[in-house]
């Protein structure tokens, strides 16, 4: 997946969330969006380098949005909204191994108790449902997942245990999305519970997966598969 042409500048501070102080190279100081809810942790520090896109459309009232970081010379994409994207075109592409053989991909479908399954795989035969998490924590020396307590995220799980027993196929898809080429782990001492919950959906038949990205200035995509052992990660 390309980036829209990215613009160099340096980090003041983030605020509020989803808002950001940064100067541009050409000196000028501006406010962007920041498409991430997480407490992004090892993904952001005063005077960090930063890279925004721009979109003049009337309807926006930040016309920067934050795309990528760099932390000890790894890139990371902090924008949440790509590890989707990023992993549907994985798919199409045949780049997800486990992943391939079927017929319709259908991104945010209704499923579950008042939700949406981020990919819906199917054909002849079967169903598989995708819940795909983005991967931006670093710990020691370890990749990890959450940066935060994520009540969501443990219903996630619990909605993709009941597919399992309903007889579909379903799949937890993390997707790393920094280049540091580290192991990768669910953060327990963060979320305990989601650790804990975690553990027992595996054990229920849900499936797991964890994919490196390839990134640079211009794409971000799926490299390679990280191997992850889902019930004594640590």
Known sequence: MQFDSL?????????????????????????VHVPNSGAMTSTIAEDCDVW????????????????????????????????????????????IKELRGYDSLKPEQKYGINSRIDILLENENQKCYVEVKSVTLKIDEFLAFPDAVTSRGEKHLRELEQMVKEGHRAV???????????????????????????????????????????????????????????????
């Open 7 to 31: 613009l160099h500048g340096k980090l003041i501070k983030r605020y509020k969330r989803f808002l950001a102080d940064i100067i541009l190279d050409n000196g000028e100081s501006v406010t």
């Open 52 to 95: 925004v896109s721009h979109h003049d459309t009337p309807k926006r009232k930040l016309k920067y949005t934050l795309e990528l970081t760099k932390i000890d010379d790894n890139l990371i994409c902090t924008n949440t909204n790509f590890a989707n994207k990023v992993a549907i075109e994985a798919i199409q592409n045949d780049a």
């Open 172 to 234: 937890m898809l993390y997707v790393i999305q920094r280049t540091d080429k580290l192991p990768f782990r669910l953060a327990n001492e963060i979320d305990k519970k989601y650790y804990e919950t975690f553990c027992e959906v595996v054990k229920q038949g849900v499936e797991v997966l964890v994919y490196q990205s390839r990134i640079d200035l211009k794409e971000i995509e799926i490299e390679k598969k990280v191997d992850f052992d889902a019930i004594h990660t640590k």
